[in-house]
């Protein structure tokens, strides 16, 4: 199965790309705990049903330590106990603003008070920021069918 587009042999999505990956790497920058980016990219994309972003972000935080137990949790985050109440706000944040459709005030004044009593503000924003950036991601990769499975870590540098 081929992508419908090739992202780096079309000038327009390459420096698109180009200028959201820079995005992305104020993000990686911040304090936010690569531990938490890890899980918030993943749980957006488990959601978004970006098979590629499911693939890249599972390899990536295997890659960086993170253990099997807690990235099978991840889509039932709820139910598990593996995971700390910062991690579960966040979740909990990424799964309220990938899914502003369902819910006519979009991201509940609980969910956001309960990010802030974990995260300060520097953080709030990177994660706000992620949240959107990888929901930029998924739609991309599901827009074009980009294929699941041959990622390695580390790929894209």
């Known amino acids: ?27 990686s920058d911040s304090t936010l705990p690569a531990a938490t980016q890890e899980l918030v990219k993943l749980r957006a994309s488990q959601i978004n049903g970006c098979g590629f972003c499911v693939d890249m972000h599972t390899k990536e935080a295997a890659h960086a330590g993170e253990t099997t137990l807690r990235l099978n949790l991840v889509a039932a985050w709820r ?22 459709a369902d819910a006519a005030g979009g991201v509940t004044d609980e ?14 924003a990177a994660l706000v920021s992620l949240i959107a950036l990888i929901n930029t991601y998924n739609r991309m990769n599901v827009i074009v069918q980009q294929p699941a499975g041959d990622y390695q870590p580390g790929q894209f540098g």
């Open 1 to 27: 199965m081929d992508a419908r587009l090739n992202y780096n042999g079309n000038s327009v999505a390459a420096k698109f790309l180009k200028y959201i990956n820079s995005a992305g790497k104020v993000v």
């Open 79 to 100: 139910e598990a106990k593996v995971f700390t109440d910062a991690e579960r706000a966040a979740l909990e944040l990424t799964e309220q603003g990938t899914r502003i």
């Open 111 to 124: 969910a956001w008070a309960n990010a802030a009593k974990h995260y300060d503000e520097d953080q709030l």
